[in-house]
């Protein structure tokens, strides 16, 4: 079992900035690829961006520029860095891994239970 909570999240407004954390607790012998995803009112999840678990990341091009993924591999936690926040960005933010559960076990995706990010004036 392993388990993502996203924190961070909050009301900004417009050019603000906001930092969230996923942190992996449980038992698992590896965190792979995370990502975070983000859901809009009235519209489907997407993919905001991924890390792997070298450190090489990947972003939507809406958010090239602005936002900054990173991890801590030692703390088991990815972090999403927010800058010049749009209300566009308005959101519930989910945290994505996927882990094994043991050295032979086979890759399982996990989500986290989301955090709201808020751009608003």
């Known amino acids: 079992q392993v388990q993502l909570v996203e924190s961070g999240g909050g009301l900004v407004q417009p050019g603000g900035s906001l930092r969230l954390s996923c942190a992996a607790s449980g038992t698992f012998f590896s965190l792979n690829t995370m990502a975070w995803y983000r859901q809009a009112p009235g519209s489907q999840r997407e993919l905001v961006g991924t890390?792997?678990?070298?450190?090489?990341?990947n972003y939507q091009d809406s958010v090239k520029g602005r936002f900054t993924i990173a991890r801590d591999n030692a703390k088991n936690t990815v972090f999403l860095q927010m800058n010049s926040l749009k209300p566009e960005d308005t959101a519930v933010y989910y945290c994505y891994a996927e882990a094994t559960r043991t050295r032979w076990e086979k890759l399982r995706g996990y989500w986290g239970q989301g955090t709201q990010v808020t751009v608003s004036s």
């Open positions: 890390i792997t678990s070298g450190g090489t990341t």
